[in-house]
Structure formats: C-alpha cells, structure tokens
C-alpha cells in the first residue's frame, strides 16, 4: 500500500505571495491532519479533516486554511507569507476509528525569503 | 498549545550502549505513540500503546505505557548508527470528546557515535 504523499517537496517563495500544498493519505484513510515543524518548536498542529469537514483547528492565523476532496486528499493554503513561515509542513493520514495512530509523508519544506 | 514533557532533549551515546527516554504529563492519556524522524523527513510510527501498564517491543526498541496514564518510555537496546535521529512521543488525551488531536513532545535527539 502506497504511503502517505506530498507535493511539491520544496518551494521557495517570497514575503506576500500564497502557498498552496497537496498531500494524498493512504488509500483508505479518511482524516488528514496537518503540521508545521521548525527547529526547536517540535511539531504545531495546524489542523485536522475526515470526511471534507474540518474536526479539529490548532492556533495558528486565519493566513493557514486547508480543505480536503471527497477522495481525501487535502490541500493547506498559507496567504501573505511571512519570514516565520518558512518551515517543514508535514501532512499525516489516519483511519478515524483506530486511536490516535498517524502516518506522515516526507513533507514540503517552504523557505519564505 | 498544550505539549508533552520529553527527556532527555539529546543525547549522544557509543554504538552497543542502551538508550532510554521519557515523556511526562500532568494530563491522563489513552495513548501513547513513539515517532522517529530523520533528517528532511516525516516522523516514522515505531510503537503505539493502548493500555496502562502496556509493554511492546519492537526490535530493539521496547515502549511502556506508565501506569498513572500520564507518562511513556521507550528504551533502545544496543545502539547502532541507524539510530541517529529524533525521537518524539506524542500522546491522545482521554476524555478528550471529539477533539482527539495528539499531544507532542518536543523531541530526543540521539547521536550515536560508532
């Protein structure tokens, strides 16, 4: 079974422009939650969807949105980005009914310049 | 946002040497789970624990889930090179209703010197 995908692995953008990331979860799993990483703040949860409905929102600005299709692959859109922004974006899918367990794929690292 | 207590924040070690790790919380959870990640990498799953008292090993790598439910260690027998990385807990808070986000620790950065 395939696992978890990302696209782009990398992108480079500038101060003001908007982002937008894919992931494809495993095939079978309904909910995919999102992450930021940066170094020494370990992993931030952006927020989490199943089933096209967005269950649970970390505390992160109203600039970081997401969305997921009836085939659950999600996409997060981060608008006017900022320095801070730069950060390894980790996207993890999971069954909804086991308890807790998530698997991640390898991530899209943005550098904001 | 809340965040599990993990310890050591590094460590650097000889290859053969055990390892041992912990991740507290004031907080009781119904799960715990154990991530390493690799450098440019996502977070692998090597254990998950479902039950207080709960032992599991998997290889070398061997996780507890604490009695009080509110903390978890793994033990890494006789490093090896491979194990260099980071290593997260992350744990599910009961009684946490319909907001069943994990919790994450911040991380144990393992060197292991060969």
């Known amino acids: 079974k395939a696992g978890v995908t990302q696209t782009p692995r990398y992108l480079i953008k500038t101060r003001g422009q908007q982002v937008t990331l894919s992931c494809s979860p495993i095939?079978?799993?309904?909910?995919v939650s999102w992450y930021q990483q940066t170094p020494g703040q370990g992993l931030q949860f952006l927020f989490e969807?199943?089933?096209?409905?967005?269950?649970n929102k970390g505390n992160f600005p109203g600039r970081f949105s997401g969305r997921q299709f009836s085939n659950s692959r999600s996409e997060m859109n981060v608008s006017t980005l900022e320095l801070g922004d730069s950060a390894l974006y980790l996207c993890?899918?999971?069954?909804?009914?086991?308890?807790?367990?998530?698997?991640f794929g390898p991530g899209t690292r943005l550098t904001v310049l | 946002g809340q965040q599990l207590n993990q310890s050591p924040q590094s460590m650097f070690i000889q290859e053969g040497e055990d390892v041992s790790m912990n991740c507290t919380s004031s907080?009781?959870?119904?799960?715990w789970l154990w991530y390493k990640q690799d450098p440019g990498e996502g977070p692998v799953l090597l254990i998950a624990?479902?039950?207080a008292g709960e032992l599991t090993s998997n290889g070398r790598l061997t996780a507890q889930f604490g009695i009080t439910r509110k903390d978890s260690f793994l033990n890494i027998s006789a490093s090896i090179p491979s194990d260099v990385g980071i290593y997260f807990c992350?744990?599910?808070?009961?009684?946490?209703?319909?907001?069943?986000?994990?919790?994450w620790g911040l991380g144990t950065s393992l060197a292991v010197n060969p």
């Open positions: 993890a899918s999971s069954y909804r009914t086991t308890r807790g367990e998530q698997f």
């Open positions: 624990l479902y039950k």
């Open positions: 969807y199943f089933s096209e409905t967005q269950r």
């Open positions: 095939s079978g799993h309904r909910s």
């Open positions: 992350a744990g599910q808070l009961a009684n946490a209703g319909n907001n069943r986000k994990l919790i």
């Open positions: 907080s009781i959870f119904n799960t």
